[in-house]
């Protein structure tokens, strides 16, 4: 294995010192396709715009070697499957793009890996489904499924805080959510936690008021919500505003691991737990650098998602590069490539990403929790 | 002085000449009769010097303005009110708003008809007033209509079919408050099928027959033709 | 917890009616669908966050997101109506027309917030609880629900009690009558846009301040309920919308809080169909004002 692993160093060297011989610039096309626009916005958007910070500094840092670069764009699947479905046949048209990063989420990312496979096109998709994988051999997922991110959080909910009640809050109208939020309540009932009560909102809600009241006048131990960051502090606060008991415990996914959850909660967050990918600020070299740079060009600190889809662009590099050094830079070439990835340095979870046999991303997960207004890796 | 002139007038509605030429006029205090069949042109008549359809030539001078290019609603607030076919009160208000919606095409120009005159004149608006106006029977909502248009001081008072739908009596009773306001010295033209309750009524007469005047002159003259009675008014 | 939940419908439901009454009158004067509410709502939101955080005292930004949502109210009839009101037949065209406006000013808030939820710093308005017969209350339910019956009542009396308001109620039943009348409608039109786009303003605002959150989309889920009470209310009847606002209000609190969740919007529709089946002109609407609205 480890003879293996250099010998394809080696060839890949060589590789790379043909192409800078031949001295013949080489364009690899790409297309970043995110929801932009429509109800996944709040993910796509900030993929997309984590992807191309990410891909501006790779062509800068001459990660292609001398003179190649990635050319990408940016499409906007509008959180919309005929729209999607019509810009993957019009992309996979043209023989120079090798690969789409996207679409986003749920049902618009399955019915893009349909298409995908169909065109015998790669596309790795933002969601964590599944589904996707199993469509066929051409589309990837790049997130963590949620049986591998959930654990996290449930175990710390049932062996950490020993918790026995837990209401549960979620979000109804978007598939992820919904995946993640199930997986949580089998988690926990397993490890013996009883779910007292079980409510889903709508992503554009904002009046939680009759719902606070609810869960504020019942008695549970713990209160998991499960939505994303900025509506997840708004409903911690108007919990918090509707007298929920101090000494309960408020659990959330990795959805809150973003700054947007501590400023639009402020007080009332302190004291919550959550998993990230993402440790705001950063906590390495790597990942540190990322949202120094993030924040000087967006002029807003990164959230998970952007995080994510810096991420996701060093694994679609890396997967690009790799089948240009193997002399197969074609769209067989990056999907076998991306399928293949191991240990691809990233900002996330451990700071290394990898794919398994069956193409399934590890990147791992913290258990964090809000104290004095930061995240804080959460007491063991 | 002349209150209304009408020079030529033309009106097509898509195509169709509905007015073909008219000219006629109203002096200050005559109560004018223009009558004719069905379809002869009379409610597009009003209709064009009310402004609520467009001519296509011709003048029309009210008080020796012509009101070419005026919105309806400055129309009846230069005096000219069209008391339209069919009553249209605003049937979910009651008498009363009605008739304080009569004001405003009075504008800052000084009160003809007070509200007590108009309870004078037809005192079952007063009685009803609270009612909401579309419960009124059709009389009392022909009585409202002018009552309306009177409280929005009118030089000239167009009236369309005011005896439509309505029983002899009570025909005989608006018809009578129209000639007490005559008298009083309002300036009326009046659109009839009833040609003999509108002759009866007016000093002088149009015939008004496919979009042309066919006849003019005085009432009585005009009531005791009975070829031009037979021919033009079929009645 | 009954009265509670209660307490928390009768402060939503009055916020709908806020929105509501504006889409009411539009709907009773022209006869049309303003899909642009919904924007213009959010548009107020919006004024108001911006002007609070460049340093405005708060209740200037309310007076001027106000003004600024009246003025945006007045453009979309512009834009989106007039000219369409002109060639008649315009319930179609204007829908989709004023379905456009609402994607502009959607995508324009998009932009501008970078696709973020944004609330009012922190003490924008004093978080202040109160405990009152074992029902908790705070300075701001308080202050929502006496603004919106201050306003309800100064709309009522205008629409009942003044010339003006008389000229809107006359468009309303009947335009072409109300002109011979010398009511000059285009008039009455700017009037009750500006009108409309001023509350669905202040709704934005209220609403923004009292959920913590200030979104792109927010006015999409009240769209659907300004439907829901404008058909429940009697089509155009003010005082349908108020009442239906209300109900609505508190059937969703009480159907979030003891009825499986998910549920709210199924039970909200089953709701309406009921009440169309017993009343198929809504609560409010009688023959009349159906009747004065399908003459033109």
Known sequence: MKTQSLMLTATSAAAMMLAGASAHAEDYKAVILQSLTGGAAFIGKNVADGAVLAAEELNEQGFFGEGNKLVFSVEDDATDRTQTLSLITRLAADPATLMVMGPTSGSVALAGANVANEREFPVMTTTNSMEVLENGPWSFIMTQPASITMPFIADYTAETLGVETCAVIGVKDNEAYVALQRMYEDLITEAGVEIVSNDGVALADSDFSALATKVASSDQDCVFVGTPAAQGANIILQLKQAGLDPDTAILGHNAFASPTFIEKGGAAVEGVYLIGAWVPGGDNEFSSAFAENFEEKMGFPADEWNAMGYSGMQVVAHAIRDAAEAGNATREGVRDALGEQKDVPVVVGTHTYTLDEERVPFFGMKVLQVKDGEFTVAPE | ?235 | MLTQQILNGLVSGSVYALFSLGFTLIFGVQKLLNFAHGATFMAGAFIAYYCTISGLPFVMAIGFSMLATGLIAILIDLIAFRTLRKRGNAEFPALVSSIGVDLILVSIAQQVSNTQVLNFPFGTFPIQFYDIFGLRISLLQIVILATVAVLVAALIFYLKKTTFGRQVRAVATNERAAALLGVNAQSVYLQTFFIAGALAGLAGVLIGLLFNSIQFLMGEPYMLRAFVVVVIGGLGSVQGAIIASLMLGVAQSLTVAYLPSGLTDAIIFGLLFLVLLVRPNGLFGDINAVAGGTRQ
């Open chain 2, 1 to 235: 002085m002349t209150t209304l002139t009408i020079n030529d007038l033309h009106v097509s509605y898509g195509g169709v000449k509905a007015l073909r030429g008219v000219s006629l006029r109203v002096e200050e205090g005559e109560m004018v009769a223009l009558i004719g069949s069905n379809g002869a042109g009379k409610s597009t008549l009003l209709n064009a010097l009310s402004n609520v359809v467009k001519r296509k030539s011709g003048e029309v001078i009210f008080e020796g303005t012509d009101t070419r290019g005026m919105s309806p609603y400055a129309v009846s607030r230069s005096g000219l009110l069209h008391v339209p076919e069919g009553r249209q009160v605003l049937s979910d208000m009651s008498v009363y708003e009605n008739l304080q919606v009569g004001l405003i095409a009075r504008g800052k120009r000084k009160t003809i008809y007070s509200l007590d005159h108009v309870y004078e004149l037809f005192p079952v608006l007063e009685e009803r007033r609270d009612q909401i106006s579309g419960t009124l029977s059709g009389g009392q909502q022909q009585m409202l209509a002018i009552g309306r248009a009177l409280m929005g001081g009118p030089h000239l008072l167009l009236l369309d079919e005011p005896s439509l739908g309505l029983s002899p009596l009570i025909t005989d009773q608006v018809f009578d408050a129209l000639k007490k306001l005559n008298a009083e010295g309002l300036t009326v033209l009046l659109v009839e099928q009833n040609a003999h309750r509108a002759l009866e009524a007016t000093s002088r007469a149009y015939v008004l027959d496919r979009g042309q005047i066919s006849f003019e002159g005085a009432s009585s003259e005009l009531a005791g033709n009975k070829a031009v009675i037979d021919s033009y008014l079929g009645a």
